[in-house]
């Protein structure tokens, strides 16, 4: 379990479980667009992919090149599942991002545009995760579309998706199971708590910390606050009822 990889798969799919639900959209349905080919970007895709059952055809994968098409000299076998067949344009933005129903960074500051965002289906969900500085500013989205959910890396923006909503939390609740690996099913387990918390009433402790901030759930309100210590209780305990000692013997 990587925290990088792992651990922001595990938050990003908590964020998308919501979004999803927010935005009127199925998780079989949506076309992902991921920036950022390494190990962030990769450790996401395979988390989203498996954990919501969807086909790595419904992923476009952008690296440092642009797309990650099959006709490249040289692809990293890591990069393979989400290669695809070469498209006309596939240079300009506005063929990539048109009719794509989520957008998630992982890759640097300031490498996803406003046209991008524009072109976007209806109801976009774009999760920006660089830190210090996101692919693109919330700021910068909501100019061009009001119809979108934004999340961040950053505790200074609403809707922050952070490893460190999950990945202390997950460690504690494979230490008190006496766990020996990470399943998939202790996974599954994170994501739902994580998500789930995000739906109940906010402690006044946290809003008092947040003022500016409504903290209801809906689009501004898709992830619990890192300084909520409930976290430490439901993700943990989470885990550590997930695990099945028998099943673990199983997950390669």
């Keep these: 379990m990587h925290d990088d990889q792992t651990g922001t798969g595990v938050v990003a799919c908590a964020a998308l ?17 991921c920036v950022g080919a390494g190990a962030a970007g990769i450790g996401v895709l395979r988390m989203i992919t498996n954990y919501f059952s969807i086909s790595p055809y419904q992923v476009t994968l952008i690296d440092s090149r642009g797309m990650v098409t099959c006709d ?16 006309a344009g596939a240079s300009d933005p506005s063929q990539i991002y048109r009719g794509a129903d989520v957008l998630i960074g992982v890759s640097g500051a300031g490498t996803v545009s ?11 969900i774009v999760l920006a995760l660089s830190n210090p500085n996101p692919e693109i500013t919330p700021e910068e989205v909501v100019a061009v579309r009001s119809d979108a959910i934004v999340g961040t890396g950053r505790s200074d923006y609403p809707n922050q998706v952070n490893n460190s909503l999950c990945y202390p939390y997950m460690f504690r609740g494979a230490l008190d199971a006496r766990a020996k690996k990470f399943t998939r099913q ?4 994170a994501i739902k708590s994580i998500a789930d918390l995000a739906r109940e009433p906010v402690p006044a402790r946290i809003r008092k910390l ?4 409504k903290m209801v759930f809906g689009r ?3 992830m619990p606050k890192q300084d909520d210590s409930r976290l430490l209780e439901r ?3 989470a885990v550590r009822a ?6 673990a013997k199983r997950v390669k």
């Design 235 to 237: 993700v943990s305990s």
């Design 72 to 87: 490249r000299s040289s692809i990293p076998n890591f990069q393979m599942p989400f290669a695809r067949q070469p498209i």
């Design 242 to 247: 997930a695990y099945a000692p028998k099943a």
């Design 17 to 33: 479980v919501n979004a999803l639900e927010i935005q009127g959209k199925r998780a079989e349905d949506v076309r992902i667009v």
């Design 186 to 189: 202790m996974y599954a387990a």
């Design 220 to 222: 501004e309100y898709i």
């Design 210 to 213: 947040y003022p500016q901030e």
């Design 114 to 124: 406003a046209d991008a965002v524009r072109v976007m289906a209806a109801n976009p």
